[in-house]
């Protein structure tokens, strides 16, 4: 525990000016970013005495080792900067809402050539168009079913839309008059782009358009006595006036707008968002987070702002968002939500009438919220809290291991030998510090020796990070250029492998070579859950219904999934290798236009230099390469007819050099997550 007076400012060092601060810990992690009006004001508040200080604050000032701030030019800037840094550093003490649920979106993606109406969740896309969240993906398809009749847009993925090309058949949407068929023609592109954007415009709420237009052509049609037109017209509005009927009108002057509500007490907060176009509810989204910071309702709303419109510009951003409480100042507030929609943005409490109302109905939904995620989330933090506190009395650490890193070894018969680092921080996984090694010193099965070499290669870079400033002294330490933590950066309380006594003191001894002391290594065994220590002959045996035993379990079968997983796209990759991966220079293109052009492998080997370079793109040299290492290049087996035992002289198919799409040759090493060391 850190004394805040010990990395205190001086006096006159911090300016009396607009800008963002940030605490970092003893390892330069970042932990809190916070803006200000006067940096100078804030700051003196954190350096008071510690029994004057919220809890919360006293837990982040002593666990901070070093403050630092960046002076921007206006309030608007520095809400912008605090919103970027969160996102990047994402600091364990700062207000971070996070979606009770996944919430899925109608889509429209108007970036592709015939734009195609789907159901979307997670990170929105460039060029697409959003309306929702839906609280399910069954009342989009419901929607979606009910307006294809007027609007037939496409529907179907990539891979049913080049098939139906192909073959010159729609599916069975175009058959019954639920889609266009842009896939055979029967619709000019610009003609379905009109009908997305007719779509785009009925669900954004312009709905009377459309309404009086098809009512108008069933009278026309009535008329003329096209009795059958006039009926199809007539199923249609009906159609168009379901879709309308679930979503219930609210506000009756067809207002855009967002509304806002708060429910929080002490520990906890959640916040709900009813989505508010034309009148009417078009969708609806809920957050929660932990209050680990000291803050009023009309901060959390500044923070929910923050999240909410973050990454959204133009119509995205309502002219109206009614909120429980304002944000102190409002003013640069309103001022950045003005900026990201590029027109003027209103922030205010509603006081009475309709908006008043619904506001009340949303903090109901907030407050329901609230007490739901209280009653799944109350025994969870309590589990999690026990059984690091069971796994530290067990080993007889310090403290609870608020950071724990799993390895396991992976290979089949002592082939493709890979490992895994999996992550748990506070009890619960963190996929983005995950990890994976090839092994490189050796050849072979050898389990124990595999892990001490990738301890070593983890913590090697940790110490050489250490040792270049000695025990994190000044300077950006522990990000790179771009200002990303960079890889391996922090050291666990506790390490975890995935075996007994000898990986455990392989682990100790790839430690203690580095200097390392001041980490805990244990292993958990398969067979009887067995918990091994270094340097004791007996285990330690945690009972069956210890809630610090079924974490270790959690995190060692987390580790031998990820482990086994890479193993497994390695040999899948290497059984798809065939000779022209070893010829130097040969990209893809120029390999599927050799296999194209002679069919298989066996034909390109028996060809002659002058035959190779009738292939576009293959010069004499290229050809010449190619054809000295099919020739070194052992032949593939001949397939043997199991039944009669006869030799099939089939010829090697065409997938031997690789399938579209599929990598032949591994990038630049990197131990990242999701690349090959």
């Known amino acids: 525990m850190a004394d805040p007076s010990s990395y205190r400012p001086k006096p006159g060092e911090i300016p009396d000016s607009p800008g963002v601060y940030r605490f970092r810990d003893e390892h330069r992690r970042v932990i809190y970013v916070g803006k200000a009006k006067s940096l100078r004001q804030r700051l003196a508040n954190y350096f008071q005495g510690l029994t004057n200080l919220h809890p919360r604050t006293r837990t982040m000032v ?4 070093s403050v630092e701030w960046t002076v921007v030019s206006t309030e608007v800037e520095a809400l912008q900067l605090e919103y970027t840094w969160i996102k990047e550093f994402d600091p364990r003490f700062n207000v971070k809402y996070r979606d009770d649920k996944s919430y899925p979106y109608l889509a429209v993606t108007m970036n592709e050539e015939f734009p195609r109406v789907q159901v979307m969740r997670g990170q929105k896309r460039k060029g697409v168009r959003y309306f929702g969240p839906y609280g399910h993906a069954w009342a989009i398809r419901d929607t979606v079913d009910l307006l294809l009749r007027v609007f037939p847009v496409r529907t179907c993925s990539a891979g049913v839309f080049k098939n139906a090309e192909r073959t010159g058949r729609p599916c069975l949407l175009g058959y019954i008059g639920k ?45 003329e006595m096209e009795y059958e037109r ?3 017209l007539r199923d249609d509005i009906d159609a168009l006036k379901k879709a309308m009927e679930k979503n219930a009108v609210v506000l009756t002057d067809a207002t855009d707008a967002d509304l806002m509500a708060v429910a929080e007490d002490e520990l906890e907060a959640a916040v709900q968002i009813f989505h508010v176009r034309g009148g009417r509810v078009r969708g609806q989204r809920g957050w929660v ?76 939904n907030a407050l329901q919220a609230l007490a739901l995620h209280k009653t799944k989330r109350a025994s969870d933090l309590t589990t999690r809290s026990r059984a690091l506190e069971e796994i530290a009395a067990a080993l007889d650490l310090d403290s609870a ?18 490992a895994s680092m999996v992550v748990f921080e506070d009890g619960l996984q963190r996929k983005s510090e995950y990890r994976r090694f090839q092994i490189k010193g050796f050849e072979g099965q050898d389990d124990v020796r ?21 025990e994190w002294a000044d300077g950006e330490l522990l990000t790179e250029d771009d200002g990303r933590p960079k890889r391996f950066a922090y050291p666990p309380q506790l390490v975890v492998v995935d075996g007994g006594q000898p990986q455990v003191a392989a682990a100790r001894r790839a430690l203690e070579e580095l200097g390392i002391d001041d980490i805990a290594v244990c292993g958990l065994a398969k067979r009887l859950e067995e918990v091994w220590v270094p340097d004791e002959d007996d285990p330690v045996v945690l009972p069956r219904s210890s809630e610090g035993l079924y974490l270790l379990q959690r995190v060692r079968d987390e580790a031998h999934r ?48 002058d035959q190779i370079q009738e292939v576009p793109g293959i010069g004499r040299k290229t050809a010449e390469t190619i054809a000295v290492a099919l020739a070194q290049a052992a032949p593939a087996a001949p397939a043997v007819n199991t039944a009669t035992g006869e030799i099939m002289e089939e010829e090697e198919p065409e997938t031997t050099a690789g399938s579209p799409g599929e990598p032949v040759s591994a990038g630049p090493p990197d131990e990242r997550r999701g690349q090959e060391t």
Do not use: N
């Not at 592109?189 to 358009?209: I, N, S, V």
């Not at 009614?322 to 309103?334: C, D, H, N, S």
């Not at 291991?401 to 890979?418: F, N, T």
């Not at 070593?456 to 270049?468: C, L």
């Open 450 to 470: 595999s892990m001490h070499e990738v301890i070593t290669r983890r913590f090697k870079r940790y110490v050489a990070e250490k040792e270049k400033t000695g």
């Open 401 to 418: 291991p608020l950071r724990i890193e799993c390895y396991d070894i992976s290979h089949l018969q002592g082939e493709d030998v890979v």
């Open 62 to 65: 002593t666990t901070a080792a």
């Open 230 to 232: 006039a009926g199809r």
């Open 562 to 609: 990820f482990a086994i997983t890479y193993q497994r796209s390695k040999r899948t990759k290497r059984l798809r290798t065939s000779p022209l991966d070893e010829v130097p220079g040969l990209g893809e293109s120029r390999k599927q236009a050799l296999i194209k052009h002679f069919g298989s492998v066996k034909r390109l080997r028996s060809a002659t230099i």
């Open 289 to 364: 987070t932990d209050k680990v910071e000291d803050v009023t309702t009309g901060a959390l709303v500044e923070h929910a702002l923050q999240q909410l419109y973050g990454e959204e510009t133009g119509d995205s951003v309502p002219k109206e968002v009614l909120v429980p409480a304002l944000p102190e100042p409002i003013e640069p507030v309103q001022d950045w939500l003005t900026g990201r929609r590029g027109s003027a943005v209103s922030l205010r409490i509603p006081q009475r009438g309709d908006k008043k109302a619904l506001m009340e109905t949303v903090q109901r």
């Open 179 to 223: 889609c266009s068929a842009p896939c055979v023609g029967r619709i000019a592109p610009e003609d379905h782009r009109e009908l997305a954007e007719e779509f785009c415009d009925f669900m954004a709420g312009r709905t009377g358009t459309y309404l009086r237009r098809l009512e108008k052509q069933m009278l026309e049609a009535a008329d």
